[in-house]
């Protein structure tokens, strides 16, 4: 399989370790100390990198209010123009280097998803090691082409997106040169529900694609995540707040440190359990073998007395003759005198 070899030194794809990312996003509320405490908890409960968005309202779009840049109805956002929600949700330039220094002082990768050309030119000042593509950018091929020319890892998200939009995205990055993909699958709802989210899909995308496919969530709780990792998902990205009790565009479909910590310990024992196909006895069933059913006398025996089924049985435990050999012995004698609970044996038959 194609796609991202590694970020810092994280190999990401099928056979190795699911990649957790801690997506910040507005969860900060514009307050340097949130952020930093964001980072802090993020590490603790077990993420592998933290994401911020890397924009201003006036790159995203213009501070107009007619129908056009109003929210609609069936969002957390609803009412509000998009001026004032990316003005209320962005995180402020001047953050990006020290977040990066203390995240990276932490252990954990620190990268953003650009919004526009500008954006890009300020991530590489900053020397990110990964880009992520928005689902809404998935059609902004020129931001695509730009964002593939740095040569770095790109996890595209892939939200709303058809077949051939997605298709379309990935020939852009490859025809840049750059093969280390990866496709997020994503519902764009925030909340999504959990019947929306379709994870079969995630395997289908890794081989139509040929690529390492993660997820994208915004369900509330762990539960899809986890299904997905089952699926083969080899990322997951979750957004992530301090408590969801706080206001901000996106603390509704948040999870809160505690709930990411149990989420990257299900993800970490699901890995554990996918293991590979193997039919071979495992090293702690194998004591339990002797607790299967073989053949016993359950009677009392004289020599020369015959098998029958009052006297051979299929019991617990597994120290006789396997149960498929009672068609072989029963009509057939006994070669001595045999006591009620003896392991049926061939030295036992006439």
């Known amino acids: 399989m194609s796609g991202i070899y590694s970020i810092n030194k994280k190999r990401i794809g099928q056979g190795f370790p699911v990649y957790i990312i801690a997506e910040l996003s507005a969860n900060h509320n514009q307050d340097f100390k949130n952020a930093i405490e964001l980072i802090k908890c993020a590490k603790d409960a077990g993420a592998d990198a933290v994401k911020i968005q890397t924009y201003t309202p006036n790159t995203m779009t213009i501070d107009c209010n007619n129908d056009f840049f109003k929210i609609a109805n069936g969002t957390v956002w609803q009412g509000k123009t998009l001026y004032d929600l990316y003005s209320e949700a962005y995180t402020p330039w001047e953050w990006h280097s020290r977040l990066y220094q203390f995240a990276n002082k932490m252990g954990l990768d620190f990268f953003s998803t650009p919004f526009d050309v500008t954006s890009v030119d300020f991530l590489e000042k900053n020397h990110v090691p990964a880009y992520k593509i928005a689902s809404f950018e998935i059609v902004d091929i020129p931001l695509i082409r730009k964002i593939a020319q740095m040569g770095k890892p790109i996890i595209l998200s892939t939200g709303m997106a058809s077949v051939s939009e997605i298709d379309e995205a990935v020939q852009a990055i490859r025809n840049e040169g750059n093969n280390k ?3 997020l699958k994503c519902t764009s709802a925030y909340p999504a529900l959990p019947e929306e989210m379709n994870l079969k899909t995630i395997p289908h995308m890794s081989d139509l694609f040929d690529l390492p496919v993660g997820i994208s969530d915004h369900t509330l709780g762990i539960a899809i995540p986890v299904a997905a990792v089952a699926l083969g998902a080899c990322i997951v990205e979750k957004h992530f707040t301090l408590s969801r009790a706080d206001p901000g565009p996106d603390s509704a479909f948040s ?5 990411f910590k149990a989420m990257v310990v299900a993800i ?3 890995e554990k359990a996918l293991g590979r196909v193997c039919y071979d006895v495992g090293e702690h069933e194998m004591a339990n ?3 299967r059913r073989s053949l016993f006398v359950v009677k009392d025996m004289k020599v020369g ?3 029958s089924p009052e006297n051979v ?3 617990r435990p597994g120290y006789g003759l396997p149960p498929k050999n009672i068609y072989k012995i029963l009509g057939r004698k006994s070669s001595k005198d045999i ?3 003896t392991p049926m044996t061939w030295k036992i038959v006439e």
């Not at 999870?255 to 709930?259: D, G, K, N, T, V």
């Open 313 to 315: 049985q299929s019991i």
């Open 268 to 270: 970490r024992e699901t």
């Open 289 to 291: 073998r002797v607790f």
């Open 339 to 341: 006591l009620r609970g």
């Open 305 to 307: 007395e015959i098998f």
């Open 255 to 259: 999870l809160e440190p505690h709930e």
């Open 181 to 183: 993909i990866a496709l």
